[in-house]
């Protein structure tokens, strides 16, 4: 059984490895070539990222005016919206642990997002970025409970699953945090339940403080402006989830995006798993403020070949994967996001009823 | 020339926040900035400001002769202090990339009565990475990181009343410490000290007009130099000959591995091997920059106990586990970065491009370095 969209005919081992040799060679030049100015844009980040933070705070204390309401508001909401995207995601895959900066390095660093830095490692890091779009073994397929692909099985509840992908946007990171226990791990047996005991603890003592922080200290400090401090808290870091929501569906779930089997993985070569990452991810267009405010996702396929590059090199290094996909005639999805984001709601309707629409 | 800058404002409001009330204030204010401290934001508008990532400023550099500078440094929160002899890990970027490298404090240790400064005084290795910049391209104003001193070569207090010291080259940096240290009040009345040092000659020997006029001040301290290139190599010998009651002397000894070695060998036959207080400055010999390709080496897995050879092209990971180690690991490909582990000594190949690396203290991804010679991880 073919996956969505038809495979193409496979490339001979020898051009797969061509292939994958001409990728290496990218990344090494990468390698070699990071240094001080790839330092300094990420310290750049941060300051900025701290500096909207500390300014949407101050704002949102005095929240009674309205127009302090709306500053405050938009550089909190920005301002989540790169720690997540731009710093979190990216520092946590190790993208910046060749500086050997303690402050700056996936071991050490933990992201204003519900669920705890080391859950989603090993959810996000391991498990997906291993596994991507492999039916059966790559989870965020659907994150459990969309049916992305037609090898997924149909079950009457995924009827509703425009219903609930849209109810999930908003709170995506709680919809992360829960996603990230494994709960389904425990019932298959992989995990124990003493295990999964202790992951809840740990992710309930930092949910604890995340929201003690957002809707009651802060409030709370605001005094007269307590209730819109606490409205523009909440309008950050649900506008928050609903962008990562986006940017995440945009680079896996557009139509173009091909699934695979688990028989197509056995003995899979550095190049073959160059060759899924390719098909297995989207990108989408736009200019610099998107390309940040994503925390350069909008290259998803350059993140999924080499995720721990660097992201502000994936834009340098696109047309150079995009030549060589023509080249071998492999597949590259790409298109503005709004064509990605309709095509990935499309995906996410055509699912959700038995029938394979495609046919 | 030595340059001095204005004290920065940073300095004295460094200072000002170390107090047990701002303490319990950056507490609480923890609870605003979680995930993040009060440090992380502190950090920005100085780095001196972060206790969670200690950092210094180098306030002035003076020559000390070919080769050699003294950096005064002026230490931000957290900074812990230092005893006499003791080193600390100082942090300099050098394109993008942090590398540690530890020096000798020369500076005596607070006495509450000064403004907070240490020194360190580091000599040039031509081929090395660091010393170069330290020594040539380091200005006033330079940030460097710094790690908590450390090390049990110290004067003691009360100091012993009878102390040799032998050193060698740049190995005079702690001994200058515990000098600085003991002149700074003056010691009980029947110390004596004697330092032998051994340098190429008058002109590239390190303090050597601060030693001179010390001894001469100083009733406590005779000074012997030894000039290698007029009088050959320091040897244990030279040692026993300039210092007759050497064995009955609190010794502290710093310079090359070979002369250590011997000073070892002598006081262990004597029995007084428990007097003598070495410090090298070179923990252990470096594996070679290009080992054969079918290198690999010994790896041994501190933690776990387990030691292995480990063929070039194998992954540490592999090794690990095949020798019954329990490592670590996630998606065995050098993705996931699950698989860290911090490298105690020696270096590695990075599987995928072939390049060699590695320093104390760098986390290693275990599935995708091989082994570039023998080394060690914290596993
Ligand atoms: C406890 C202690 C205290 C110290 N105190 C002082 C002090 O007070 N003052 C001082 O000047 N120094 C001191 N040092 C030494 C200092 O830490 C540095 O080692 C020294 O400055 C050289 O650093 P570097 O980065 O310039 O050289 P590195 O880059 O570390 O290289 C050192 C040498 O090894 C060679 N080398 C590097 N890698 C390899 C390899 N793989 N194979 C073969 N050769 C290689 C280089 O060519 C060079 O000659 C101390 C060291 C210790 C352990």
């Not at chain 2, 104003?141 to 009360?158: H, K, Y």
Request: net charge positive.
């Amino acid at each position: 059984m073919t996956s969505t969209p038809a495979a193409l005919p496979p490339l001979s081992p020898a051009r797969a490895e061509e292939f994958g040799a001409a990728l290496d060679r990218i990344r090494a030049e990468v390698v070699a070539t990071r240094g001080d100015e790839d330092a300094r844009y990420i310290r750049t980040v941060i300051a900025v990222q701290r500096g909207l933070e500390a300014g949407g705070r101050l704002a949102l204390a005095v929240s009674l005016l309205p127009p302090a309401w709306c500053a405050g508001t938009a550089m909190l909401t920005v301002a989540k919206t790169l720690e997540n995207m731009e710093l979190g995601h990216n520092i946590l895959h190790g993208q910046w642990d060749w500086m050997g900066d303690p402050a700056i390095h996936s071991t050490t660093w933990e992201f204003d997002f519900l669920t705890p830095a080391d859950a989603w490692k090993h959810t996000h890091n391991h498990l997906h970025h291993t596994y991507t779009n492999v039916v059966g073994r790559d989870r965020d397929l659907g994150y459990t409970i969309l049916r992305m692909s037609p090898e997924q099985p149909w079950h009457p509840v995924h009827l509703l699953q425009p219903l609930y992908a849209a109810l999930l946007a908003p709170v995506f990171e709680w919809g992360i945090a829960l996603y990230d226990l494994e709960a389904d791990a425990v019932t298959d047996g992989r995990k124990s339940v003493r295990a999964f005991l202790g992951e809840v603890a740990h992710l309930a003592r930092k949910a604890v403080r995340q929201c003690a922080k957002d809707y009651v200290l802060f409030p709370l400090l605001a005094g007269p402006s307590a209730l819109p401090c606490l409205l523009g808290n909440v309008t950050a870091n649900g506008l928050r989830n609903v962008w990562a929501h986006t940017v995440i569906f945009c680079g896996h779930f557009p139509g173009d995006v091909r699934t695979f089997t688990e028989e197509e993985i056995e003995d899979e070569s550095r190049a073959q798993w160059y060759l899924r990452q390719v098909q297995g991810s989207a990108d989408f267009e736009g200019g610099l403020l998107l390309r940040v405010l994503s925390g350069n996702l909008g290259h998803q396929i350059e993140h999924h070949l080499f995720p721990d590059l660097p992201s502000n090199r994936y834009a340098e290094i696109a047309p150079r994967v995009r030549r060589l996909c023509e080249k071998y005639g492999v597949p590259y999805a790409t298109g503005p996001l709004w064509r990605q984001y309709a095509s990935m709601w499309g995906r996410v309707l055509r699912h959700a009823v038995p029938w394979d629409l495609r046919r | 020339m030595p340059v001095f800058l204005p004290a920065t404002p940073a300095g004295p409001l460094a200072e000002r926040i170390t107090g047990r009330l701002a303490r319990a204030l950056l507490a609480a204010a923890g609870r605003l900035t979680s995930p993040l401290t009060p440090d992380d934001y502190l950090g920005l508008i100085d780095p001196l400001l972060s206790a969670r990532h200690p950092a210094g400023r180098v306030t002035a550099v003076r020559p000390e002769g070919p080769g050699a500078v003294t950096l005064v440094i002026r230490p931000g929160r957290g900074w812990a202090g230092h005893r006499a002899g003791q080193y600390l890990p100082v942090g300099v970027e050098l394109d993008g990339v942090r590398h540690w490298r530890t020096y000798s404090l020369t500076s005596p240790p607070e006495d509450g009565t000064r403004s907070r400064v240490l020194t360190v005084t580091v000599k040039e290795d031509p081929r090395g990475a660091v010393s170069p910049h330290l020594v040539h391209r380091t200005s006033p104003g330079t940030v460097l990181r710094l790690g908590p001193a450390q090390g049990e070569f110290v004067l003691p207090e009360p100091s012993p009343a009878r102390m040799l010291m032998v050193t060698a080259g740049s190995g005079i940096t702690p001994v200058m410490g515990m000098l600085r240290t003991l002149a700074r009040r003056p010691p009980p009345a029947r110390t004596d000290v004697l330092l032998l040092h051994s340098a190429p000659g008058p002109g590239d020997c390190l303090f050597r007009a601060e030693l001179t006029g010390l001894a001469r001040r100083a009733p406590w301290l005779r000074l012997h130099l030894h000039y290698t290139r007029s009088a050959g190599r320091l040897t244990a010998e030279h040692v026993g000959r300039l210092c007759p009651d050497w064995a009955a002397r609190e010794t502290w000894a710093c310079g090359p591995a070979g002369l250590l070695d011997a000073l070892r060998a002598r006081w262990d036959a004597a029995g007084a091997a428990r007097r003598l207080h070495v410090e090298h400055f070179r923990l252990l010999p470096l594996a070679p920059l290009a080992p054969a390709a079918d290198g690999g080496g010994r790896v041994r897995f501190e933690r776990s106990g387990v030691e292995a050879e480990s063929a070039a092209s194998v992954p540490l990971l592999h090794t690990g586990e095949a020798a019954g180690a329990v490592l670590p690991y996630g998606c065995r490909r050098g993705i996931c970065f699950g698989c860290l582990a911090p490298l105690l000594h020696g270096r590695v190949r990075d599987l995928r491009t072939g390049e060699v690396h590695g320093e104390p203290g760098e986390l290693i991804q275990t599935c995708v370095n091989g082994a570039a010679g023998p080394l060690a991880l914290d596993l």
